[in-house]
């Protein structure tokens, strides 16, 4: 669990294979992130006794939604934020949302950036944090970018997922990236495969083999960490990361 100033905390739930719910925290409330499961989110908040304020939605797919519902059931009160151009596919959404639109949750400011390309849809919601306050910002984006890596292409063209990441590359380098799965050592021994002798992808390897083998995260990420050794980030253009995508579908550890 991640506390900052002001109560700020963030805390994941590592749930199926290699999901991991978040659930942002701000004095008694919570906001849920792609609850793929309802149970274990539902046993953390009432231990905790917190109250559900909300539940973002980064895209359709059951493994981020199958949840929500029965928190619902719970929190009646609390509202479901998701895409407007969506809603047919998360049909219990309560406030519907469009890119680059301004939302405050909890006293934060968030905007919604559309980074399509993993699916039509699918969204990204990221905090801005008062730089006064000594406090960096915050990117929860779903199945777009992860640890080292980015999501597969099942609805976008390589175009559009290679103009999304490259999106969340303009956010400010020490924001937190809070991805929805746990892939970064894969990922790295991919880029590893690739590029062998590259001194930041080998040294980030080492931590993260580290960290897995003592049963931890290796997430948040930050985008100066991604920058150095994201190889779907360091694509100069949608060819490269095309051939770099199709190459990490055909791979094998």
Request: glycine letters at 4%; a positive charge.
């Amino acid at each position: 669990m991640e506390l900052e100033k002001n109560n700020f905390i963030i805390h994941p739930i590592p749930v199926l294979e290699d999901n991991i719910i978040w659930i942002w925290v701000k004095g008694n409330q919570a906001v849920v992130v792609d609850p793929a499961v309802s149970k274990p989110v539902i046993c953390w908040l009432k231990q905790q006794e917190l109250n559900l304020h909300s539940v973002l939605q980064t895209h359709h797919h059951e493994d981020h939604i199958g949840g929500t519902q029965e928190l619902l059931k719970i929190w009646k009160s609390a509202s479901v934020i998701a895409s407007k151009e969506d809603i047919k596919r998360i049909p219990f959404q309560t406030k519907s949302v469009l890119d680059n639109e301004n939302l405050t949750l909890l006293g934060e400011k968030i905007k919604v950036l559309k980074v399509p390309g993993h699916t039509k849809h699918h969204f990204s919601f990221f905090i801005s944090r008062p730089k006064d306050e000594g406090v960096t910002p915050i990117l929860f984006c779903g199945d777009t970018l992860f640890g080292a890596g980015c999501g597969r292409l099942f609805e976008g063209s390589p175009q559009e997922m290679f103009d999304s990441i490259n999106r969340i590359n303009q956010l400010p380098e020490n924001t937190k990236i809070y991805c929805a799965h746990e892939y970064t050592q894969s990922n790295l021994e991919w880029a590893h495969s690739i590029f062998p002798r590259d001194s930041a992808i080998n040294e980030r390897l080492k931590k993260v083999i580290n960290l897995r083998s003592k049963g931890l995260l290796t997430l948040p990420s930050t985008i100066s960490e991604e920058r150095k050794t994201n190889l779907f980030l360091r694509a100069k253009n949608s060819l490269e990361f095309s051939k770099l995508r199709l190459h990490k579908d055909n791979w094998k550890t």
